[in-house]
């Protein structure tokens, strides 16, 4: 899974054309979380923190 493709399967929750179920959340919050750390080892933060976004975006989502 490249960077480019973490965010193709969250675009349809966060414009919400797709219903948010818990395994998506999931899914995205671990694959998010998991492309995080690469880029935060090598210091490329932007990133990183670009990747923690979407966790945390998903995450208020579900709430």
């Known amino acids: 899974m490249t960077a480019r493709a973490v965010p193709?399967?969250?675009?349809?929750i966060?414009?919400?054309q797709e219903p948010l179920t818990a395994d998506k959340v999931?899914?995205?919050r671990l694959a998010a979380l998991c492309l995080a750390h690469e880029p935060e080892a090598r210091r490329i933060t932007a990133?990183?923190?670009a990747f923690r976004?979407?966790?945390v975006?998903?995450?208020v989502?579900?709430?």
């Open 61 to 63: 989502l579900a709430s």
């Open 26 to 28: 999931a899914a995205i």
């Open 14 to 16: 966060f414009t919400r």
């Open 47 to 49: 990133l990183g923190d």
């Open 53 to 55: 976004r979407i966790f």
């Open 57 to 59: 975006g998903i995450t």
């Open 8 to 12: 193709r399967p969250a675009v349809p």
